[in-house]
């Protein structure tokens, strides 16, 4: 269906029908009702990625409601993010979803679902409420080309459709090359370069061979040569290492381990929570304790029954070796293995569950009062597309969330003050 003449004046363009495209046009037609709002979508469907988000769940946000803990999550935009924070944080986000009727239910590491377990649920929730407030929703229509005229912007759709618009929202997630990438370049902003984060580590290594499938509760990774450390569960797959924490230090490392072109050494200490000294004790004490039964056959530090031994042979030590025979050598070996087993890691594979793009906008170019340029006035910016991401747990759409709520207000106060009379 074709637009017409008068169907083409916007108060509002919003180009990508996202999370925070959403959010922002729902937010400001709250705030501003009457307004002439438009989601514009490349693609047939709109919130494509809230549908296979959390494996079709939808790990809508997060339980933590403090706003400066919250922003240790994010590598990047987290210092920025204090304030909108203050403004709507995930607390924010659940009465929103629940005042509509989604129930958000938390899980045991801090992951909030709906309770239905279906990420239907919550594009049901937010198309409904952008219907209600009578926001055109038009897919098949990609934005190719944006000017700004002094009083608004005009905006050309790839199948030759013009528009008009008082203020854009660029709501249109992560970067690649394409028309949004070009437009935001000549509009004068800079791109902070951009890397895929939360991936897992390929690693090709006897030690992992067959262990697919092993989990380890607590551990600790960390990249030889740099700051990067994390801990948390760690998971072998058929290709290498995941879980937890490889994805945590996949995105503090995203820069740097693209500037490796994905090779790289990477430390796995076993005992996680253990320190070296208390390690290295619990060793010896075994060594007393279980003197006739064999190393290999005795898993400490709650390792598995499979993943044990391999780490006593890389040890070199005799599969029927009892700790009474143990020497100085060999457990100091088991020791170092323990704490510091070293893997080459040749490659990544991105995560089914979660992956975002790592760079975007300049977050100096942005006032995070308004989430409007500083370099265009009337045109602003909210969710991935910005040079804001976070590790997996929720704390992506909450971006989402935050920066399209504040976005959406910022635009209907604005038109409200611009024309009401003085
Ligand atoms: C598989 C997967 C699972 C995920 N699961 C989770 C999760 O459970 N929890 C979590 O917090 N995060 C999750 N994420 C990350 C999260 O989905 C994103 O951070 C979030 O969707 C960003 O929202 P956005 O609105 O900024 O961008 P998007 O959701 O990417 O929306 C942007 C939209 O803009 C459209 N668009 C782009 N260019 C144009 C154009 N020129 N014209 C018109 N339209 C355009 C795109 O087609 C897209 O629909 C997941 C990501 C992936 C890939």
């Known amino acids: 269906m074709k637009l017409s003449q008068t169907d083409s004046v916007f108060d509002l363009v919003i180009i990508g029908g996202g999370a925070a495209g959403f959010m922002a046009g729902i937010a400001c037609a709250e705030n501003n009702p009457g307004l002439r709002i438009g989601i514009?979508?490349?693609?047939?469907?709109?919130?494509?990625?809230?549908?296979?988000?959390g494996g079709g769940r939808c790990n809508v946000t997060h339980s933590c409601f403090d706003p400066e803990t919250l922003t240790r999550s994010y590598p990047r935009g987290g210092r920025e993010l204090r304030g909108p924070f203050h403004v709507w944080q995930p607390?924010?986000?659940?009465?929103?979803?629940?005042?509509?009727?989604?129930?958000?239910?938390?899980?045991?590491?801090?992951?909030?679902?709906?309770v239905t377990d279906s990420s239907q649920?919550?594009?049901?929730?937010?198309?409904?409420?952008?219907?209600?407030?009578?926001?055109?929703?038009?897919?098949?229509?990609?934005?190719?080309?944006?000017?700004s005229n002094g009083f608004g912007f005009e905006v050309l759709l790839s199948n030759g459709e013009k528009l008009t618009a008082e203020r854009m929202l660029v709501a249109s997630g992560g970067l690649k090359k394409?028309?949004?990438?070009?437009?935001?370049?000549?509009?004068?902003?800079?791109?902070?370069?951009?890397a895929p984060s939360l991936f897992t580590f390929s690693i090709k290594?006897?030690?992992?061979?067959?262990?697919?499938?092993?989990?380890?509760?607590?551990?600790?990774?960390?990249?030889?040569?740099?700051r990067l450390v994390q801990s948390g569960p760690m998971l072998v797959t058929?290709?290498?290492?995941?879980?937890?924490?490889?994805?945590?230090?996949?995105?503090?490392?995203?820069?740097?381990?693209?500037?490796?072109?994905?090779?790289?050494?990477?430390?796995?200490?076993?005992t996680g929570t253990w320190t070296q000294a208390e390690t290295r004790d619990r060793l010896k004490q075994e060594r007393t304790c279980s003197s006739r039964k064999r190393i290999s056959g005795t898993p400490l530090f709650d390792l598995s029954k499979r993943l044990w031994p391999r780490l006593t042979e890389r040890s070199g030590i005799p599969d029927?070796?009892?700790?009474?025979?143990?020497?100085?050598?060999?457990?100091?070996?088991?020791?170092t293995h323990l704490t510091r087993t070293q893997f080459q890691v040749t490659g990544k594979s991105m995560n089914k569950e979660e992956f975002v793009t790592c760079g975007g906008v300049r977050l100096k170019e942005i006032n995070f009062k308004t989430m409007e340029s500083r370099k265009v006035p009337g045109l602003h910016f909210a969710g991935e597309v910005l040079d804001i991401d976070a590790v997996t747990g929720g704390f992506n759409f909450q971006a989402a969330w935050t920066t399209g709520v504040i976005?959406?207000?910022?635009?209907?106060?604005c038109l409200q003050s611009c024309r009401s009379p003085t």
């Open 205 to 226: 290594d006897d030690l992992l061979k067959g262990l697919q499938g092993t989990s380890v509760e607590h551990c600790e990774a960390s990249i030889p040569g740099t």
């Open 178 to 194: 394409g028309p949004i990438l070009n437009l935001i370049r000549e509009s004068g902003h800079s791109i902070e370069p951009l």
């Open 238 to 270: 058929h290709l290498g290492l995941s879980g937890p924490v490889i994805l945590k230090l996949s995105a503090w490392g995203a820069r740097w381990i693209q500037d490796q072109s994905y090779r790289f050494s990477c430390d796995v200490n076993w």
């Open 121 to 147: 649920t919550i594009i049901d929730c937010l198309i409904g409420e952008a219907k209600s407030k009578r926001i055109r929703i038009q897919t098949g229509r990609e934005v190719v080309q944006v000017d």
């Open 91 to 114: 607390a924010n986000t659940v009465d929103w979803f629940q005042s509509r009727g989604v129930r958000l239910k938390t899980e045991a590491d801090g992951r909030m679902f709906p």
């Open 320 to 335: 029927d070796l009892p700790w009474s025979r143990m020497s100085s050598t060999h457990l100091e070996s088991l020791f």
């Open 407 to 413: 976005a959406g207000r910022a635009v209907a106060e």
């Open 40 to 53: 514009f979508e490349r693609s047939s469907n709109v919130l494509s990625k809230v549908r296979v988000s």
